[in-house]
């Protein structure tokens, strides 16, 4: 069974950064496609970024495209979400994700799996 643990949220003001973690187990990490995905309150999830297994493709939601940068260490088994120039509409749950679908499909289509417990960021004016 997947177990993913996120880290690294925060408050900041806007115009700071956060770097987010995601320690996965219980699956063969480097075989999966990665995402992360966040939540504001009274609000859907959505999704935020992708990562293939190999490292050599990302996709972004068109909000965050240029102050976001999704990595992965598979050797690590961690999932990273560089976070910069934050604004207040970033104030979110943010949770980490692993499928087996292409991350080309993560915006559209949510991937099947478990979730992991969410970090808070919170960013102020």
């Known amino acids: 069974q997947v177990r993913l643990v996120e880290s690294g949220g925060g408050s900041v003001q806007a115009g700071g950064s956060l770097r987010l973690s995601c320690a996965a187990s219980?699956?063969?990490?480097?075989?999966?496609?990665m995402g992360w995905f966040r939540q504001a309150p009274g609000k859907e999830r959505d999704f935020v970024a992708a990562?293939?297994?190999?490292?050599?493709?990302?996709y972004y939601t068109d909000s965050v495209k240029g102050r976001f940068t999704i990595s992965r260490d598979n050797a690590k088994n961690t999932l990273y979400l560089q976070m910069n120039n934050l604004k207040p509409e970033d104030t979110a749950v943010y949770y980490c994700?692993?499928?087996?679908?292409?991350?080309?499909?993560?915006?559209?289509?949510?991937?099947?799996?478990?979730w992991g417990q969410g970090t808070q960021v919170t960013v102020s004016s």
């Open positions: 994700k692993m499928g087996s679908t292409p991350p080309t499909t993560w915006a559209t289509k949510e991937p099947f799996g478990s």
């Open positions: 990562i293939h297994w190999s490292g050599g493709s990302t």
């Open positions: 219980g699956r063969t990490f480097s075989s999966y496609t």
